[in-house]
């Protein structure tokens, strides 16, 4: 089921866009199912002081509804149908799925042996923000070899399909460190923005470093694995502190930036995009006028 938002605009006078603003404009709105039997209900924005012309354009709004997950109750379709710009609500999610996940047909997980032991917890960063950040170790009294930390990319978290690559890491002897990035997973942030690139690094920096300091792991190899976004995160702390690494582990990362939006940035570069403004208002004022010269002298 999807529902359907229909608007319609008077026509303006003169066949250009910017002539009739909207802001003196009455919206009614009405939403109608698309199941419904009766017509959608439409918003007429009509003129102050003016009577409705029978000439309109038609902006249709529609929202659909995400399809339903397969093999799944209907609790947990109405859990994962919520907003997921907050942790909070991320937070509750994951916790309804947990079981969901762990029977998923991942071959590491089949893979992956018993007894190995996984700690979850939160830390505040210096911006305030809560950290999720989860450990997997080997058995208990396996001696460990040394310490892999993982940076996530831009569509993961560090727990979903990292969860069976870090109990087969951790199984071989190693110790891992995870952590979701600001605004992913189970860490505070809106959902998916990044309002500073480096406060990503910064943030893996701040973690990784305090993490790194627990006294079972002094005298380890420390190891950074970044995968996509996070293989650009993992670059750039490696570049920012370059003996803070044993080594450095890449997979598929965001190493360069598409050559096609090089333009994109040239047009919008402040300076040059208030030039092309201003030539653009210029052109425009000068047909409005000669418009309004021509309607004058036919009349």
């Known amino acids: 089921m999807d529902s359907?938002?229909?608007?319609?605009?008077?026509?303006?006078?003169?066949?250009?866009?910017?002539?009739?603003?909207?802001?003196?404009?009455?919206?009614?709105?009405?939403?109608?199912g698309r199941n419904n039997n009766a017509a959608p209900k439409r918003a007429v924005l009509v003129p102050r002081g003016r009577r409705s012309s029978t000439h309109h354009r038609r902006l249709i709004v529609r929202a659909e509804i995400n399809s339903p997950i397969e093999g799944v109750s209907d609790d947990l379709n109405l859990i994962a149908s919520r907003n997921l710009d907050f942790a909070y609500t991320r937070r509750k999610v994951r916790s309804a799925f947990t079981q969901v996940q762990?029977?998923?047909?991942?071959?590491?997980?089949?893979?992956?042996?018993?007894?190995?032991?996984?700690?979850?917890?939160y830390e505040r960063n210096s911006k305030g923000l809560e950290i999720f950040c989860k450990s997997w170790m080997p058995k208990l009294g396996d001696q460990i070899k040394g310490v892999l930390f993982f940076c996530h990319g831009y569509g993961d978290t560090c727990t979903f399909f990292f969860e069976g690559i870090a109990r087969y890491i951790a199984a071989s002897g190693y110790g891992v460190y995870a952590?979701?990035?600001?605004?992913?997973g189970l860490s505070e942030g809106l959902h998916g923005y990044v309002p500073s690139f480096d406060a990503l690094v910064d943030n893996v920096i701040e973690i990784y470093?305090?993490?790194k300091g627990r006294p079972e792991l002094q005298g380890l190899p420390c190891f950074i694995l970044g995968q996509s976004m996070g293989g650009a995160v993992t670059i750039k702390a490696h570049l920012k502190e370059p003996r803070a690494w044993d080594g450095v582990i890449l997979v598929a990362p965001m190493c360069k930036v598409s050559s096609s939006l090089f333009l994109l940035q040239i047009i919008f570069h402040k300076p040059l995009f208030d030039y092309f403004l201003f030539q653009i208002f210029a052109i425009l004022i000068m047909w409005l006028l000669s418009c309004s010269i021509s309607k004058f002298s036919y009349q």
């Open 4 to 32: 359907c938002l229909t608007l319609r605009f008077r026509q303006p006078e003169l066949d250009f866009p910017f002539h009739n603003s909207l802001k003196n404009q009455l919206p009614v709105l009405g939403l109608a």
């Open 179 to 184: 952590l979701d990035h600001p605004g992913f």
């Open 209 to 211: 470093t305090k993490i």
């Open 102 to 121: 762990l029977q998923l047909d991942h071959c590491l997980f089949t893979m992956a042996p018993s007894g190995i032991r996984t700690q979850e917890w």
